[in-house]
């Protein structure tokens, strides 16, 4: 050993290397790594070398301080001061903390051709200053609050939105925004936000239909609406559609209209602008999502029938009489465009044996014929549907045998019974001399033994429940032999539903789990292991999880893994896995994000410590419904842990309860992380529809509320 400390110490002396000796090249692909703020207040000033090259054309033409939760006023005012001839795209979406003082140093920057400004606080004055200042600029993105007022523009600031060629609102407020004076746009994003709550929605949407022949989309290529639920914002997109219906844009290649729940009647301008996309010349679809009420057969089939769009939405438009997923494979053209699909609830029809009324099975044989004719798909969503496996005796042709022929597949959601190999065993059937492994489903009634202090073991199998395990565990690894490269994975259960839902009440009762969903447990999760690039995972309702051996053994081989959501594993009534979570959160170094989600879940000291191991950790959100938590073990934590910028937890307890540990943490670290987003409140009181309307619109949609994200938005794109 000595003589090898001496080797290395010659070696130092002789051939030492300072960051000075790294090609320019090298230095400029590490510096992109590291904040943009960071690199002007502090990284610069280390040497004359990086201040050159903190100043590089590459580092300082797009700023991007999306998440960058640790920006400062002082530090992104200094940041623009000293960049402002340099930037051409700036995006600070989601920057919530930062004040509206800020964006007056925007005005510095004349070379900005893109925008983004979602969730920032800009007041109509503000905004006049920053167009007029602006003359480049093409791409804006804004949020359109209560007392927003058109007419409060400068004549500088409405020419500069008539030169607009992308814009993205997202409304809170039912208004028209600024679309009324942008005549050149080709692409308008729309997130509809508006709170059912608005006292005078009904006289302003009166104003709105007078100014309907306002807005100019004779040039759009792209149109898109994403609504929150409720009436009014139901409401406010007829109105944006019923310009179509004057005058139908020629060349559109985008449609992705989302509306939550009942769909209103389908508006005369759809079919319009499916015809217009249909009837294009040398143009080509690119996506197309419409609600369920508004595709059919006919409407999908046309646009098809002049090419295959990149990005296909086809999340729960499954009807009696229409299976979308035959139209597509009927349809006689080249798929092999398509990239991202969504199949989410979309399949054959009711299942037989359904645990609930209109859940539906999986169209299995389509599916496979999906991978065949699809071999570049990278983003794919099956869940919420049913498969339950059956073969001809001495075949297998299980769904994870075809799936894995999708070899450039990077995002994947699966309903948990698609991992299961098996039909689920008969209740009354007992074998004492086998193994009792996770995926039986009376092992939740066996009673573990204790002697004195329990300490968390891997279980390890052998014997005949080895091989039992090693045959359940087939169809998985076939799956993943295929699809090395995951990047997301989602495994929920068909019919699962989050118990804090958008603006209704909380779900008092969670629904029954698939049966076949039983036989999937840890062995399945163990297996998971193997996507050595996961880094985002989404696990919900699994009820053969009981012990949580799988889910140390996945983390453990998933060491990169930034995003993790369970929901609901095994037993909801006591949570037998806590043991193997806390240990396996012992092992997550690079989590970034924790969205735990149980009906009795006790957020003790224990669980806080083990959480302080995740030292990325910056999101954490708890729901339980019947839950507790420790108010110390929640402050120390948060007191230790510097990265965490946000803690939403929704659990029991008294409404003073939950209000003192908000306002402690509020008052003792709001100085130091001005970004900081805390709310605690009970799960269950009448009041949590307006605490959510409350919270960051980017905190709610990425983690607070559940929901599957795979193929949900066309981001390639």
């Given at each position: 050993?000595?003589?090898?400390?001496?080797?290395?110490?010659?070696?130092?002396?002789?051939?030492?290397?300072?960051?000075?000796?790294?090609?320019?090249?090298?230095?400029?692909?590490?510096?992109?790594?590291?904040?943009?703020?960071?690199?002007?207040?502090?990284?610069?000033?280390?040497?004359?070398?990086?201040?050159?090259?903190?100043?590089?054309?590459?580092?300082?033409?797009?700023?991007?301080?999306?998440?960058?939760?640790?920006?400062?006023?002082?530090?992104?005012?200094?940041?623009?001061?000293?960049?402002?001839?340099?930037?051409?795209?700036?995006?600070?979406?989601g920057c919530y903390w930062l004040a509206g003082s800020m964006l007056d140093q925007v005005t510095r920057c004349k070379s900005m051709v893109q925008l983004d400004l979602s969730g920032c606080r800009v007041t109509p004055a503000r905004l006049s200053r920053l167009?007029?200042?602006l003359q480049c600029l093409r791409s804006l993105a804004l949020d359109v609050g209560p007392g927003f007022d058109l007419q409060q523009l400068s004549a500088e600031g409405k020419a500069a939105l008539a030169r607009l060629h992308d814009l993205k609102q997202t409304?809170?407020?039912?208004?028209?925004?600024?679309?009324?004076?942008?005549?050149?746009?080709?692409?308008?994003?729309?997130?509809?936000?508006?709170?059912?709550?608005?006292?005078?929605?009904?006289?302003?949407?009166?104003?709105?239909?007078?100014?309907?022949?306002?807005?100019?989309?004779?040039?759009?290529?792209?149109?898109?609406?994403?609504l929150a639920p409720g009436e009014v914002n139901r409401t406010l997109l007829a109105l944006y559609l019923a310009v179509f219906s004057m005058r139908v844009p020629e060349g559109l290649t985008g449609l992705v209209l989302f509306v939550p729940g009942l769909a209103?009647?389908?508006?005369?301008?759809?079919?319009?602008?499916?015809?217009?996309?249909?009837?294009?010349?040398?143009?080509?679809?690119?996506?197309?999502?419409?609600?369920?009420?508004?595709?059919?057969?006919?409407?999908?089939?046309?646009?098809?029938?002049?090419?295959?769009?990149?990005?296909?939405?086809?999340?729960?438009?499954?009807?009696?009489?229409?299976?979308?997923?035959?139209?597509?494979?009927?349809?006689?053209?080249?798929?092999?465009?398509?990239?991202?699909?969504?199949?989410?609830?979309?399949?054959?029809?009711?299942?037989?044996?359904?645990?609930?009324?209109?859940?539906?099975?999986?169209?299995?044989?389509?599916?496979?014929?999906?991978?065949?004719?699809?071999?570049?798909?990278?983003?794919?969503?099956?869940?919420?549907?049913?498969?339950?496996?059956?073969?001809?005796?001495?075949?297998?042709?299980?769904?994870?045998?075809?799936?894995?022929?999708?070899?450039?597949?990077?995002?994947?959601?699966?309903?948990?019974?698609?991992?299961?190999?098996?039909?689920?065993?008969?209740?009354?059937?007992?074998?004492?001399?086998?193994?009792?492994?996770?995926?039986?489903?009376?092992?939740?009634?066996?009673?573990?033994?204790?002697?004195?202090?329990?300490?968390?073991?891997?279980?390890?199998?052998?014997?005949?429940?080895?091989?039992?395990?090693?045959?359940?565990?087939?169809?998985?690894?076939?799956?993943?032999?295929?699809?090395?490269?995951?990047?997301?994975?989602?495994?929920?259960?068909?019919?699962?539903?989050?118990?804090?839902?958008?603006?209704?009440?909380?779900?008092?009762?969670?629904?029954?789990?698939?049966?076949?969903?039983?036989?999937?447990?840890?062995?399945?999760?163990?297996?998971?292991?193997?996507?050595?690039?996961?880094?985002?995972?989404?696990?919900?309702?699994?009820?053969?999880?009981?012990?949580?051996?799988?889910?140390?053994?996945?983390?453990?081989?998933?060491?990169?893994?930034?995003?993790?959501?369970?929901?609901?594993?095994?037993?909801?009534?006591?949570?037998?896995?806590?043991?193997?979570?806390?240990?396996?959160?012992?092992?997550?170094?690079?989590?970034?994000?924790?969205?735990?989600?149980?009906?009795?879940?006790?957020?003790?000291?224990?669980?806080?410590?083990?959480?302080?191991?995740?030292?990325?950790?910056?999101?954490?959100?708890?729901?339980?419904?019947?839950?507790?938590?420790?108010?110390?073990?929640?402050?120390?934590?948060?007191?230790?842990?510097?990265?965490?910028?946000?803690?939403?937890?929704?659990?029991?307890?008294?409404?003073?309860?939950?209000?003192?540990?908000?306002?402690?943490?509020?008052?003792?670290?709001?100085?130091?992380?001005?970004?900081?987003?805390?709310?605690?409140?009970?799960?269950?009181?009448?009041?949590?529809?307006?605490?959510?309307?409350?919270?960051?619109?980017?905190?709610?949609?990425?983690?607070?509320?559940?929901?599957?994200?795979?193929?949900?938005?066309?981001?390639?794109?």
């Amino acid at each position: 050993m000595d003589g090898q400390i001496e080797a290395a110490q010659c070696c130092s002396d002789t051939a030492s290397v300072t960051i000075s000796d790294f090609s320019d090249e090298i230095l400029l692909n590490i510096l992109r790594y590291v904040p943009s703020h960071d690199l002007v207040t502090n990284v610069s000033r280390v040497c004359r070398k990086l201040r050159t090259l903190c100043l590089d054309k590459s580092l300082t033409a797009h700023i991007h301080l999306h998440k960058e939760y640790t920006a400062t006023n002082e530090a992104v005012k200094h940041l623009l001061k000293e960049l402002s001839s340099h930037i051409q795209t700036l995006n600070v979406s989601g920057c919530y903390w930062l004040a509206g003082s800020m964006l007056d140093q925007v005005t510095r920057c004349k070379s900005m051709v893109q925008l983004d400004l979602s969730g920032c606080r800009v007041t109509p004055a503000r905004l006049s200053r920053l167009l007029s200042s602006l003359q480049c600029l093409r791409s804006l993105a804004l949020d359109v609050g209560p007392g927003f007022d058109l007419q409060q523009l400068s004549a500088e600031g409405k020419a500069a939105l008539a030169r607009l060629h992308d814009l993205k609102q997202t409304l809170l407020t039912p208004s028209y925004g600024v679309v009324p004076c942008c005549s050149a746009l080709r692409s308008l994003r729309l997130y509809l936000e508006a709170s059912e709550g608005w006292q005078e929605a009904g006289g302003h949407a009166q104003l709105m239909v007078g100014q309907s022949s306002v807005p100019h989309y004779q040039n759009l290529r792209w149109f898109s609406a994403r609504l929150a639920p409720g009436e009014v914002n139901r409401t406010l997109l007829a109105l944006y559609l019923a310009v179509f219906s004057m005058r139908v844009p020629e060349g559109l290649t985008g449609l992705v209209l989302f509306v939550p729940g009942l769909a209103p009647p389908r508006p005369v301008a759809v079919t319009a602008l499916t015809e217009s996309m249909a009837s294009s010349s040398g143009s080509k679809v690119r996506a197309l999502q419409l609600p369920r009420t508004w595709l059919d057969g006919t409407v999908l089939g046309r646009v098809l029938a002049h090419g295959c769009p990149a990005y296909l939405n086809l999340s729960r438009c499954s009807a009696p009489g229409f299976n979308p997923l035959h139209v597509l494979l009927a349809a006689g053209r080249d798929l092999s465009p398509l990239r991202s699909l969504n199949l989410r609830g979309c399949g054959r029809g009711a299942l037989p044996e359904s645990c609930s009324k209109g859940e539906e099975e999986m169209d299995a044989e389509s599916v496979k014929a999906l991978t065949v004719s699809c071999p570049h798909l990278t983003h794919l969503n099956l869940s919420a549907t049913h498969y339950h496996h059956s073969a001809p005796a001495g075949q297998d042709g299980h769904l994870c045998g075809a799936l894995g022929r999708l070899a450039h597949l990077r995002s994947l959601a699966l309903p948990v019974c698609a991992l299961a190999q098996r039909p689920p065993a008969a209740a009354h059937v007992t074998d004492s001399s086998t193994h009792l492994s996770s995926d039986s489903l009376l092992l939740g009634l066996k009673k573990n033994r204790r002697i004195g202090l329990p300490t968390y073991q891997p279980e390890v199998v052998g014997g005949q429940g080895g091989e039992r395990e090693e045959a359940a565990t087939t169809c998985v690894r076939s799956l993943l032999k295929g699809c090395l490269h995951l990047v997301e994975l989602e495994l929920i259960g068909a019919g699962f539903l989050s118990a804090m839902p958008r603006n209704e009440p909380a779900i008092r009762k969670d629904p029954a789990a698939c049966h076949w969903a039983c036989q999937v447990g840890d062995g399945q999760l163990a297996s998971l292991g193997s996507l050595k690039f996961l880094r985002k995972l989404t696990l919900a309702h699994l009820p053969g999880v009981l012990k949580g051996t799988g889910l140390l053994q996945l983390v453990q081989g998933c060491k990169d893994l930034q995003v993790l959501s369970l929901a609901n594993l095994g037993s909801l009534k006591t949570v037998n896995y806590t043991q193997a979570l806390m240990e396996a959160l012992k092992h997550c170094t690079q989590l970034r994000e924790l969205r735990l989600e149980q009906p009795y879940f006790n957020a003790n000291a224990a669980f806080f410590e083990a959480l302080g191991s995740c030292r990325c950790l910056r999101r954490l959100c708890l729901v339980s419904r019947h839950g507790t938590f420790l108010p110390t073990a929640v402050v120390n934590f948060m007191q230790s842990c510097a990265e965490v910028i946000m803690c939403h937890m929704f659990m029991g307890g008294t409404l003073v309860a939950c209000k003192t540990l908000q306002k402690t943490l509020l008052d003792s670290l709001s100085t130091s992380r001005p970004a900081l987003s805390v709310v605690v409140y009970p799960l269950l009181h009448e009041d949590l529809g307006r605490v959510i309307r409350e919270m960051p619109l980017c905190h709610l949609d990425e983690i607070t509320l559940f929901k599957s994200r795979v193929a949900e938005e066309p981001t390639m794109l």
